[in-house]
Nanobody, 121 residues
Framework: QVQLVESGGGLVQAGGSLRLSCAAS????????MGWYRQAPGKQRELVAT???????NYADSVKGRFTISRDNAKNTVSLQMNSLKPEDTAVYYC???????????????WGQGTQVTVSS
């Protein structure tokens, strides 16, 4: 099994910053893509940002220029630095690990339990 544990959510005023972190543990050789998704009340889960093991990144248009995703392959961690936060960034943020190489083969789409981010106006 692969476990993802997030930390760093909380309450912040608009314009402020938060940093989310996620650590992957378990028995595996590598993780191809790690990322962050979010789900606001009444809305579908949406992509925030992803990063591959090679460092290629992808961001939602709504967060470009404000959020930065980073990764430590040796520690199997991924972080999301969120600056200039807006009330519309309020959501539960989920860590995702996709295309994981294990002794039994490839596995896909593991999720963390989620961490709440609330931005007050």
């Amino acid at each position: 099994q692969v476990q993802l544990v997030e930390s760093g959510g909380g309450l912040v005023q608009a314009g402020g910053s938060l940093r989310l972190s996620c650590a992957a543990s378990g028995t595996f050789f590598s993780i191809n893509t790690m990322g962050w998704y979010r789900q606001a009340p009444g809305k579908q889960r949406e992509l925030v940002a992803t990063i591959t093991s090679g460092g290629s990144t992808n961001y939602a248009d709504s967060v470009k220029g404000r959020f930065t995703i980073s990764r430590d392959n040796a520690k199997n961690t991924v972080s999301l630095q969120m600056n200039s936060l807006k009330p519309e960034d309020t959501a539960v943020y989920y860590c995702n690990a996709d295309r994981i190489r294990r002794i039994t083969g490839w596995e896909y789409d593991y999720w963390g339990q989620g961490t709440q981010v609330t931005v007050s106006s």
